[in-house]
Structure formats: C-alpha cells, structure tokens
Antibody
Framework: EVQLVESGGGIFQPGGSLRLSCAAS????????MNWVRQAPGQGLEWVSY????????RYADSVWGRCTISRDNSKNSMFLQINNLRAEDTAIYYC?????????????WGQGILVTVSS | QSVLTQFASVSGSPGQSITISCTGT?????????VSWYQQHPGKVPKLIIY???KRPSGVSNRFSGSKSDNTASLTISGLQAEDEADYYC????????????FGTGTTVTVL
C-alpha cells in the first residue's frame, strides 16, 4: 500500500525558513516523480513543486520560485521541501503527492497533509 | 502563472446530471490531454477521479466522466447522489518556463 507521510510543519516567523519532509513507503520510490501541493485555509489547491525520480529535473510555481528548494534522498525514500523568506501567504496545508504511474502527469496518491502557519 | 477558470458553484437534484467546466488556453488544456479532476470533501484529502481527460482510476464510479473541447475541459456527474456533494478541481499539465501544473479555481457541488 502506498503511504506518504509529511512532517516538519508548525508555526514559523515571516522571513524565516521551513523544511518539510515526506516519508514514502509501499512502492519503489526512485521510480516516481514527486510533487508538493498546498491549500491555504478555505482556498483552492495550488501546485508548488516537482522533482523527477533521479532529482535531475526540478520545477517550481511562480509563487515560490527563488525561495524554494525541492530535494529527495532515494536511499531513505524521502522527499523534502525548503522554503525561505516565508510570507503570510505561504500559510497552508502542504501535501506530498505521487502520480498514478511513473511518467504520468496526475496526482493519484496524497499524504494526509501538514499544516504550516506563517505568523508573528 | 494563471489559473484555470471554473464556475464557483453548481447544484442539482438527486438523480440529475451536472457538468463542471474548466477553461484554460491553447498553452495548457488546448495543447495536450493531461487534464485531471479531483474531488475533495470538507476536511478531507483530495481524490483523483479523472486523469488524461477521460480515464477513471480503478474504484471510481462510472457516474463520473470527463471530456475536452478546444481549451475547455468538462467533468460530468451522472445520477447525482448526496455523497457527490464536494469541491471539484481540474488540473492541467502546463510545462511552462518554470512551472509545471495549474489547478482550476474549484467548483462546489451542492445536491439539493
């Protein structure tokens, strides 16, 4: 069974940094692209970042470009998201997401999400 | 980076069919078939219900169907049921300069 478990959320200061982790299990992690998707309170879904299975390709939403770094450790079946210079608008539930098949452009498997609050 | 446009709300009576539209441009929805749809009940994790415009994942009811015409994708729910009351989001692969995906603004479906 595919399982994705996020950690690292909490309350952060504006201008500060955060590092979220996603622990994956139940599949061959290195064979799948992974993504982060977020949802601000009462708002819609927003794609944040993508990383290929080999980590050679990384992409970011305009809203976090220049402040964000996605990475992964295939030896530990883990993915990470670091966001610097945090803003109030980064407040959201962050989801770790996997496509249905390798090379597929959808979001089939979702973690339970982790809440990030940016506030002074 | 824009978003895909959806009507904010759609309602229908049990048993009816409703259609949710998702309007993009020739650079996103109009350029490929990587459009997906997600159902999200309040307080729950989103669920994939349609991928590649028309395909249903295993276990998803055949009352859900997808289609596309030019720059607009659509989700049809047939035989509306109380459990279909939820938020629905479309999503398109984009492959922009830096970004890769765009979600729609979301549609709240109410079963009367």
């Amino acid at each position: 069974e595919v399982q994705l478990v996020e950690s690292g959320g909490g309350i952060f200061q504006p201008g500060g940094s955060l590092r979220l982790s996603c622990a994956a299990s139940g599949f061959t992690f290195r064979s799948f692209e992974m993504n982060w998707v977020r949802q601000a309170p009462g708002q819609g879904l927003e794609w944040v970042s993508y990383i290929s299975g080999s980590a050679r390709s990384k992409r970011y939403a305009d809203s976090v470009w220049g402040r964000c770094t996605i990475s992964r450790d295939n030896s530990k079946n883990s993915m990470f998201l670091q966001i610097n210079n945090l803003r109030a608008e980064d407040t959201a539930i962050y989801y770790c997401v996997r496509p249905s098949f390798g090379g597929q452009w959808d979001f089939a498997y979702w973690g339970q999400g982790i809440l990030v609050t940016v506030s002074s | 980076q824009s978003v895909l446009t959806q009507f904010a709300s759609v309602s229908g009576s049990p048993g009816q069919s409703i259609t949710i539209s998702c309007t993009g441009t020739s650079s996103d929805i109009g350029s490929h078939n990587y459009v997906s749809w997600y159902q999200q009940h309040p307080g729950k994790v989103p669920k994939l219900i349609i991928y590649e415009v028309t395909k249903r994942p295993s276990g998803v009811s055949n009352r859900f169907s997808g289609s596309k015409s030019d720059n607009t994708a659509s989700l049809t729910i047939s035989g509306l049921q109380a459990e279909d009351e939820a938020d629905y989001y479309c999503c398109s692969y984009v492959d922009g300069r830096t970004f890769l995906y765009m979600f729609g603004t979301g549609t709240t479906v109410t079963v009367l």
